[in-house]
């Protein structure tokens, strides 16, 4: 069985400053892994994905996000933050073996301060 | 492109009443479409997930159910709301690749149950 741990509930960071959210997953197969963000009141939206290739995946508003196959990790990470930037951040993963179903971590709420 | 609606966007019913929350997909075909519902401070918990007309699978035994009468309709009941039930509820759709992809969100209805 799957599953996906968010090592971090908060993380509060200063505007411009670097931040990194942790995610580690556990799986017997190969897998798909995903972040997503909710921004208040909203649904998730898709940030970045990783199927295969490359382990740094870059995705959309400055995010990027690297696979490592041996510690089963998936941190994100952004150089500098905005305060749009804060929202709640969701890691998840899917297997490949034909099932519907994605796992998604507890998630990490960033707080980005002026 | 592909659009996904949920309504209400809110609700207040008390104990004991019934639900129906709706969830409605435009633009594609045969999705896989799913229930999620995220408790206040927790993370996202799938209910129920759908392959196709009449099929559905149940993640988590409570007192709700869903059903899913048309290809892009998928609807989340229950005959007797508990306090319990009251969250964040999410519908999603993926394409019906047979390897789970990325999920398409809605914009989630707010359930309260005073």
């Known amino acids: 069985a799957q599953s996906v741990t968010q090592l971090d509930s908060q993380v509060p960071v200063f505007e411009e400053a670097p931040v990194e959210l942790r995610c580690n997953y556990s799986s017997s197969v190969s897998v798909y892994l995903f972040w997503y963000v909710q921004y208040p009141n909203q649904g998730l939206q898709l940030l970045l994905k990783?199927?295969?290739?490359?382990?740094l995946v870059k995705g959309i508003n400055g995010f990027e996000a690297e696979f490592n196959k041996s510690q089963t990790s998936f941190h994100l990470r952004k150089p500098s933050v905005h305060i749009s930037d804060t929202a709640e951040y969701f890691c998840a993963v899917s297997d490949l073996t034909g099932g519907f179903k994605t796992i998604f971590g507890a998630g990490t709420r960033l707080f980005v301060k002026a | 492109s592909q659009t996904i609606h949920q309504w209400p966007a809110t609700l207040v019913q008390p104990v004991g009443s019934p639900l129906s929350l709706e969830c409605t997909v435009e633009?594609?075909?045969?999705?896989?479409l799913y229930w999620y519902r995220q408790a206040a401070g927790r993370g996202l918990q799938l209910l129920f997930y759908s392959v196709g007309i009449g099929q559905i699978s149940s993640e988590v035994p409570q007192n709700l159910s869903a059903s899913r009468p048309q290809d892009r309709q998928f609807i989340l009941s229950s005959k007797k709301l508990l306090l319990s039930d009251s969250g964040f509820y999410l519908c999603?759709?993926?394409?019906?690749?047979?390897?789970?992809?990325?999920?398409?969100f809605g914009p989630g209805t707010r359930l309260l149950v005073l």
């Open positions: 990783y199927l295969s290739g490359s382990t």
């Open positions: 999603a759709w993926a394409h019906p690749s047979g390897q789970q992809e990325t999920q398409y």
């Open positions: 633009g594609t075909s045969n999705p896989n």
